[in-house]
C-alpha cells in the first residue's frame, strides 16, 4: 500500500517535472520568437494539435509504465528481499528468498539463499550436539547416582565450602541422629544437599586433612588420600577417607595448566565413610580372648605345676600333705577346663577365620539356589517348612555352588529328579536341608561327595563341598528317614540376627534419589550478601507448625513442627523435619478439628525445648519459607528467651508474595493459591502436608515474580514488605 | 640365724605349695593373704625376703612394693614380684618399683629356690 502511494507519488512527480521542462522550454522559445515566427509557429502548431494532443494524452502511459517498471526492479524488489531476509534471520531459518527484480539482484537473492542454507545446517548441527551432548551428561549424572545408591560405602561429596552435594543412602544411614529412647523422637538424618558436613563432622579435623591433602598436592602428589577416625553423632566409630576434588584443567590453556600444574585448585572433597565400630569392638574382644587365654591360664598353670614339683620334690611329705596338694590339682584342672570352655563359647565369633561373608535371608539363599539348580541342571525344585525370619552368614556365591553340586550328582548318580528345600531354626544354628526321595545312598558315598573337588558341568571348583561348608563356620551330614524314604543333606551354620543387617534394606523403593545436586559446585557461601542472591539459587526451609490455638501469649503451644527442604530450585521430599511436642497443656476441642491431633498423640513425645535445637539445625544457614510466616514466627520467637534459641535467617511468607503477585485478589489462604497454580494439594494440615503445598507455591512463583522484575531475595523481601503494609493501610 | 619369708598372695592353691616349699627349704615362713595385710605383716614380722603376687585385692603388689621401698628401714628386704602377667613392660615397671626379681607364673619351683638363696646371698 505504502509502495504503492510512494510509486503514484514519485509518477505525479515525473508528470509535473515533464509537463515544468516542456512549458519552460515552450515558454523560453516563444518568448525569443519575432511576431512573425511566432504568428508561423502558431499555425504550425495549430495544424499539428491533433498530433500533439494525442502525443501529451500517451504520453504518461509512457512514462507511467516505464517508471513502473524500473521502480518494480530496482526499488520494490530490494525491499521486499530485505524484509524476506529478516523473516529469515530472525523468525523463520526454513524460509527462502524468492528471486526477483533484476539478473543483479537474483543473483543476489540466490546467494543469500545459500547462505541461509549453510547456517541453517550449522545450527542444526550444534543443536544436534548440544542434545547429545545433554543427553551424555544426563545419562552419565544417572549411573552415577545408581551406582552411588548401590554402593555399600557411604559415599558424601563436598564443596571446597564444607557443603553437601552428593550423597548416597549408606551414608544418610550412617550419619543418622539417634532415636531418642526417652522423648520418642523420629531419627533423623544429619546429611542433607547443600548442608554443611561441619555440622556433622569435626570440622577441625576436616581443616586438617584437606591441608594435608593440599600440601600433597603442591608436593606433586596427584592422588592423594588423607585419612582420620572419628565418631558420628549416633556414637558410632568412622574411618572417613578423603579425597580432594580438584578444578578441570581444560586443555590447551596454557595458563590454566601451569597454573594447574603448580598449585591445582582444591574445589572440593569426597568423603568414604565406614563403620569401623565392629571391626574394633571384635579387635577388643579378641584381645580380651587372648588375655582371658593366656593371664587366666598362667595362675591356675602356675598352681598345678607347683603342686606337683612339691609332691615330686618331697616324696616323703606325709599323707595330709599329699592329699592336699593331689586336691589342688583336680581343682585347679576342673578351673581351666570350665575357662576355656566359656572363653570358646563367648569367643566363637573372634575365633573363626575371617573369611568375607556376608548375611543374607536365608529364604533368599535358597530361592536363588532353587534357581540355578533348575536352569543349570534342569531339576524340579520345591521348599518345605522355610523360615522366612532366618538370616545367614554366608558366602552366597560358593553356597549356591555347593547346593548346585550335590543336586548335580544326586541327578546324575543316583536318578533324582526334584530336591526340596527346608530351612529351620535350631537355637544359634539354622538347618538348612536338600532334601529327596528314593533309593539310599550310603554314607561312603556322601563322605566322598564332601571331600572331592566340586565339579559342575566341566567347571572345576579349587574347593571341595567340605571347604565351603568349614568357610561357613557349619557342618553337613547325610540323613535318612527310612520309613517315608526320605534322605536329607542337613547343613548347619550360625544364624546372625536382622537388627545387625537392617541396613541392607534400601532406604527408599525409588531408583533415583534425590541425593545429588552438582550445581551446588558454582553455589557461593550462603551467608554474605544473601539479599542480592537470586532467589532461584537459595536453599531455603519451607515449614509450618500447628498449634493448640492462635495466640502465644495467651499460652498457646506449638504441637507440630513439619519442614521440607528446598535446594535450587527442587523440593527435596527425602529432606524433611516432623515431629510432634508435647505442649503441656490441654488442647481444645476446636483446635482438635483443625489439625486433628488427639491429645494421646502427644502423650511421651517431646517437649518444645528440646525440639526446637533440633529444628533450629535443621534451617541452619537457609532462608525460611511459610505461609502467613508471621504466625509461625511469633510461635518461635516466644520460644527464644526460654529456650535461646534464635531464629535470626530471613524469612518469605507466600501468603504476602501471593499479594504481591496477584494484588487485585483477595483470596490468599494456602488452599486457594495451590488452585491457583495448579497444584495438587495432599496430606494438608497436617504441618509437613502444609510445608510441602507452601513450597510447592513457592517454587511456582519464582518465575511469577521474576516477570514482575522481582528476582533476588531483596527485592522478593522488599516488595512483600510493601504490600504488608498496603494491606495494614488497606 | 634362719632367714624369714613373707608369703604375699591372695591365691590359697599356690600358698600351700610356696609355704609348703619355703619352710622345707628351711625358712621361716608367714602367709598375708593381701595387700594391705602384707604391709602390716612387714613391720610386724620384718621378713628378710618377700614372695609378693601382683594380682591381689585392694592393694596391688606393686603398690606394696613401693610402699615397702619408702620406708627407709625396709631398705634391706628383698622383694621377689610373681605375676601371671608376662608382658615386658610389667616386668619393668616391677623392678623399677623396686623389686629385686620378677617370675611370671608358672614357674619352676626349683628356680624359684635357687633364686630365693641367690638373693639371699646364701
Not at chain 1, 502525443?55 to 507511467?64: A, D, I, N, V
Request: aromatic share 6%.
Amino acid at each position: 500500500m505504502r509502495d504503492k502511494l510512494k510509486f503514484a507519488a514519485v509518477l505525479a512527480a515525473v508528470y509535473v517535472l515533464i509537463a515544468g521542462i516542456i512549458a519552460v522550454l515552450a515558454g523560453l522559445v516563444w518568448a525569443d520568437l519575432k511576431p512573425e515566427e511566432r504568428l508561423l509557429a502558431a499555425q504550425v502548431l495549430d495544424e499539428r494539435v491533433g498530433g500533439i494532443v494525442v502525443f501529451g494524452f500517451f504520453l504518461p502511459f509512457f512514462l507511467g509504465f516505464l517508471i513502473n517498471h524500473l521502480f518494480r526492479r530496482y526499488i520494490s524488489a530490494p525491499s521486499q528481499l530485505a524484509e524476506e531476509i529478516q523473516l529469515i534471520v530472525s523468525a523463520n531459518p526454513d524460509h527462502r528468498a524468492t528471486p526477483r527484480g533484476s539478473a543483479e539482484l537474483r543473483k543476489v537473492v540466490r546467494l543469500v539463499n545459500e547462505l541461509a542454507d549453510s547456517r541453517q545446517a550449522l545450527q542444526r548441527d550444534v543443536e544436534a550436539r548440544i542434545r547429545e551432548a545433554s543427553r551424555d551428561l544426563e545419562a552419565e549424572k544417572n549411573r552415577l547416582a545408581a551406582l552411588m545408591s548401590e554402593l555399600a560405602q557411604s559415599v558424601v561429596v563436598c564443596n571446597i565450602e564444607g557443603r553437601i552435594l552428593l550423597y548416597n543412602a549408606r551414608a544418610r544411614q550412617l550419619l543418622t541422629q539417634p532415636v531418642d529412647k526417652q522423648s520418642g523422637a523420629a531419627t533423623r538424618s544429619l546429611v542433607g544437599l547443600g548442608r554443611s558436613i561441619f555440622g556433622i563432622l569435626d570440622r577441625n579435623l576436616i581443616t586438617h586433612a584437606l591441608e594435608n591433602v593440599h600440601d600433597r598436592l603442591t608436593r606433586g602428589n596427584m592422588a592423594p588420600v588423607a585419612s582420620f577416625v572419628t565418631t558420628t553423632p549416633a556414637g558410632q566409630l568412622i574411618r572417613v577417607q578423603m579425597a580432594p576434588v580438584v578444578s578441570a584443567v581444560e586443555q590447551g590453556r596454557p595458563e590454566d595448566m601451569a597454573k594447574a600444574a603448580s598449585a591445582p585448585e582444591i574445589t572440593g572433597f569426597v568423603l568414604i565413610l565406614e563403620n569401623i565400630t565392629r571391626t574394633i569392638e571384635m579387635g577388643s574382644r579378641r584381645d580380651a580372648l587372648m588375655q582371658t587365654l593366656t593371664e587366666g591360664t598362667r595362675a591356675s598353670l602356675a598352681n598345678i605345676r607347683a603342686a606337683v614339683e612339691m609332691m615330686l620334690s618331697f616324696p616323703d611329705m606325709d599323707r595330709e600333705g599329699h592329699n592336699r596338694f593331689i586336691g589342688i590339682i583336680g581343682e585347679e584342672a576342673a578351673k581351666l577346663s570350665t575357662a576355656l570352655n566359656r572363653t570358646v563359647t563367648e569367643f566363637a565369633d573372634s575365633l573363626k577365620t575371617q573369611w568375607p561373608l556376608e548375611d543374607m535371608r536365608g529364604a533368599d539363599l535358597i530361592a536363588a539356589a532353587q534357581r540355578r539348580i533348575e536352569q543349570k541342571l534342569g531339576l524340579q525344585t520345591k521348599t518345605e517348612n522355610v523360615d522366612e525370619s532366618l538370616w545367614l552368614k554366608v558366602d552366597s556365591y560358593s553356597l549356591i555352588q555347593a547346593f548346585t553340586y550335590l543336586a548335580s550328582r544326586l541327578r546324575d548318580e543316583f536318578g533324582v529328579r526334584e530336591v526340596r528345600f527346608g530351612l529351620e531354626s535350631a537355637g544359634r544354628l539354622a538347618h538348612l536341608d536338600i532334601v529327596w526321595t528314593g533309593a539310599p545312598i550310603g554314607t561312603e558315598t556322601t563322605m566322598s561327595w564332601q571331600t572331592e573337588p566340586m565339579n559342575l558341568g566341566g567347571e572345576a571348583s579349587p574347593l571341595s563341598l567340605k571347604d565351603v561348608i568349614e568357610r561357613h563356620d557349619g557342618e553337613l551330614w547325610y540323613q535318612i528317614e527310612k520309613p517315608r524314604h526320605r534322605e536329607y543333606f542337613r547343613l548347619a551354620v550360625p544364624v546372625t540376627h536382622p537388627e545387625e543387617v537392617a541396613w541392607t534394606v534400601p532406604v527408599t523403593g525409588e531408583s533415583r534419589p534425590e541425593y545429588y545436586d552438582f550445581d551446588l559446585f558454582h553455589q557461593a557461601g550462603q551467608n554474605p550478601e544473601l539479599d542480592q542472591r537470586l532467589l532461584s539459587e537459595l536453599t531455603y526451609t519451607v515449614f509450618d507448625t500447628e498449634t493448640t490455638g492462635l495466640d502465644p501469649s495467651e499460652g498457646d503451644e506449638i504441637i507440630s513442627i513439619g519442614a521440607v527442604r528446598l535446594v535450587n530450585g527442587r523440593l527435596l521430599e527425602h529432606e524433611v523435619f516432623e515431629q510432634l511436642v508435647d505442649p503441656r497443656r490441654s488442647l481444645s476441642a476446636q483446635s482438635i478439628k483443625i489439625h486433628g491431633i488427639q491429645p494421646e498423640m502427644l502423650a511421651g513425645q517431646p517437649a518444645i525445648d528440646q525440639v526446637l535445637p533440633a529444628f533450629h539445625r535443621f534451617c541452619e544457614d537457609t532462608v525460611l519459607i511459610a505461609h502467613n510466616a508471621a504466625f509461625d514466627m511469633r510461635f518461635l520467637q516466644m520460644k527464644e528467651g526460654p529456650t535461646g534459641i534464635r531464629f535470626t535467617q530471613p524469612v518469605l511468607d507466600t501468603l504476602l508474595l501471593s499479594a504481591v503477585i496477584h494484588p487485585h485478589l483477595n483470596q490468599h489462604k494456602l488452599e486457594a493459591i495451590a488452585e491457583r497454580l495448579g497444584i495438587n494439594v495432599i496430606g494438608r494440615h497436617t504441618a509437613l502436608g502444609d510445608a510441602m503445598v507452601t513450597g510447592e507455591v513457592f517454587l511456582k512463583m519464582i518465575p511469577l515474580l521474576a516477570g514482575m522484575g522481582i528476582r533476588t531475595l531483596g527485592e522478593a523481601r522488599e516488595a512483600a514488605q510493601k504490600t504488608f503494609y498496603a494491606r495494614i493501610e488497606y | 640365724m634362719t632367714k624369714k619369708v613373707l608369703i604375699a598372695d591372695d591365691e590359697p592353691n599356690i600358698v600351700v605349695s610356696l609355704e609348703f616349699l619355703m619352710e622345707r627349704n628351711g625358712y621361716v615362713v608367714k602367709v598375708a593373704n593381701n595387700g594391705e595385710d602384707a604391709l602390716k605383716c612387714v613391720a610386724e614380722f620384718v621378713p628378710d625376703l618377700i614372695l609378693l603376687d601382683v594380682m591381689m585385692p585392694h592393694m596391688s603388689g606393686y603398690d606394696v612394693c613401693q610402699k615397702i621401698r619408702e620406708n627407709p628401714a625396709w631398705q634391706n628386704i628383698k622383694i621377689i614380684m610373681l605375676t601371671a602377667k608376662g608382658r615386658e613392660v610389667e616386668v619393668t615397671k616391677g623392678i623399677a618399683l623396686g623389686a629385686d626379681a620378677y617370675v611370671t607364673k608358672p614357674f619352676s619351683t626349683k628356680e624359684l629356690t635357687a633364686k630365693v638363696r641367690e638373693i639371699l646371698g646364701e
